[in-house]
T-cell receptor
Framework: GNSVTQMEGPVTLSEEAFLTINCTYT??????LFWYVQYPGEGLQLLLK?????DKGSNKGFEATYRKETTSFHLEKGSVQVSDSAVYFC????????????FGTGTRLQVFP | DADVTQTPRNRITKTGKRIMLECSQT?????MYWYRQDPGLGLRLIYY???????NKGEISDGYSVSRQAQAKFSLSLESAIPNQTALYFC???????????FGQGTRLTVV
C-alpha cells in the first residue's frame, strides 16, 4: 500500500543553519506530495505541495522538489529561524483513487537562538 | 473565527463512557475527515466522508463511529471509551480535486 517515511527527530539546529528533513514515499499511480507544519498547540497547516514529478513547492523560504526517480520529497530551508520550531509532516494523496492524505510520522524541529 | 472548529478542545472521560467529538466547518467543502495523532505514529485516518451520504472507514475505525449530520458537520463518537483511545483528534476538510486539507485545532482526549 501507499506509505510515507520521514526521518526521525528531533532535529536540533541553531538559528540561520541549513535545514533538510528527508521524506520518501511508496505509491502506485501519480501521487501529489505535501509538507504540513504543526506549531505548538495548533492543527496542521499546509506548508507547500507538488502535484507532479520535478515540480518544486515553495513557501516561507521552505522548498521541496518532487523526485520521481528517487521517490523523495525532501524539505529544505537555507536559514532557519526560532519561529520555525514545529513538527513537520510529509504526506501524499492518491487523488485518482481516494483523495485521502497519508502522513508520515512527523519530524520535530527545534531551533535555538 | 476558525474555518474548521472542533469541540471540545480538551476532554477527560472515564473508561466505558460514550463520548462525542464534534466538528463544523464554514469552508463549504464536501469532504471531511477524522484523524488521530499519537506520538511517533503521525496521523492515522479513522473515518472520512466525501458527502453527506458517503461515509467510509479509514485505517483505524474499530471502536469509533461517525455521523455526517450536514455538509458542514461531522461528528466522531467513541461508544465505550478505553484508555488506548487517549490521543489528539483532528478533523479536516477538503474540496474534491484540490488535495489540500484544512485542519481544526484538535481535541485532546484523555480516557482514564
Amino acid at each position: 500500500g501507499n506509505s510515507v517515511t520521514q526521518m526521525e527527530g528531533p532535529v536540533t539546529l541553531s538559528e540561520e543553519a541549513f535545514l533538510t528533513i528527508n521524506c520518501t514515499y511508496t505509491a502506485t499511480g501519480y501521487p501529489s506530495l505535501f509538507w504540513y507544519v504543526q506549531y505548538p498547540g495548533e492543527g496542521l497547516q499546509l506548508l507547500l505541495k507538488a502535484t507532479k514529478a520535478d515540480d518544486k513547492g515553495s513557501n516561507k523560504g521552505f522548498e521541496a522538489t518532487y523526485r520521481k526517480e528517487t521517490t523523495s520529497f525532501h524539505l529544505e530551508k537555507g536559514s532557519v529561524q526560532v519561529s520555525d520550531s514545529a513538527v513537520y509532516f510529509c504526506a501524499l494523496s492518491e487523488w485518482r483513487l481516494t483523495d485521502k492524505l497519508i502522513f508520515g510520522t512527523g519530524t520535530r524541529l527545534q531551533v535555538f537562538p | 473565527d476558525a474555518d474548521v472548529t472542533q469541540t471540545p478542545r480538551n476532554r477527560i472521560t472515564k473508561t466505558g463512557k460514550r463520548i462525542m467529538l464534534e466538528c463544523s466547518q464554514t469552508k463549504g467543502h464536501d469532504r471531511m475527515y477524522w484523524y488521530r495523532q499519537d506520538p511517533g505514529l503521525g496521523l492515522r485516518l479513522i473515518y472520512y466522508s466525501f458527502d453527506v451520504k458517503d461515509i467510509n472507514k479509514g485505517e483505524i475505525s474499530d471502536g469509533y463511529s461517525v455521523s455526517r449530520q450536514a455538509q458542514a458537520k461531522f461528528s466522531l463518537s467513541l461508544e465505550s471509551a478505553i484508555p488506548n483511545q487517549t490521543a489528539l483528534y483532528f478533523c479536516a476538510t477538503s474540496e474534491s480535486g484540490t488535495h489540500e486539507a484544512f485542519f481544526g485545532q484538535g481535541t485532546r482526549l484523555t480516557v482514564v
